[in-house]
């Protein structure tokens, strides 16, 4: 079983930045996917990044909306995985949750949050003036 805990949410106004993080817990191994996605009131919920990790190395993926705004990353070798956004906008406006699964996900698959084991309890992202 593995945990994920998120930090990082707030409020900034447009154009600012921010970071989140999420960090595993539990039966960790190296070959995993973990990803960022969110959902805004009212919407459903969309993918927003992922960091494919195995033996063999690993790739970052993003959402078009966030491409050159927003960078995942890890710190270590597989615990925590960083959402730095940057020049924000109101429509990032979300409930960002970090999710994982202990297999590489084809990139048509990390899109799709049903094929993620484990998810956080969510973090809330304002962007507003």
């Known amino acids: 079983q593995v945990q994920l805990v998120e930090s990082g949410g707030g409020w900034v106004q447009p154009g600012a930045s921010l970071r989140l993080s999420c960090t595993a817990s539990?039966?960790?191994?190296?070959?995993?996917?973990m990803s960022w996605f969110r959902q805004a009131p009212g919407k459903g919920r969309d993918f927003v990044a992922a960091?494919?990790?195995?033996?063999?190395?690993?790739?970052?993926h993003y959402a078009t909306s966030v491409k050159g705004r927003f960078t995942i990353s890890r710190y270590n070798a597989k615990n925590t995985i960083y959402l730095q956004m940057n020049s924000m906008r109101p429509e990032d406006t979300a409930v960002y949750y970090c999710?994982?699964?202990?297999?590489?996900?084809?990139?048509?698959?990390?899109?799709?949050?049903?094929?993620?084991?484990?998810w956080g309890q969510g973090t809330q992202v304002t962007v507003s003036s």
């Open positions: 999710a994982r699964v202990d297999t590489r996900l084809i990139l048509s698959r990390a899109w799709d949050g049903e094929n993620y084991d484990f």
């Open positions: 539990g039966r960790t191994g190296s070959t995993y996917t």
């Open positions: 960091f494919r990790s195995s033996a063999g190395g690993s790739e970052t």
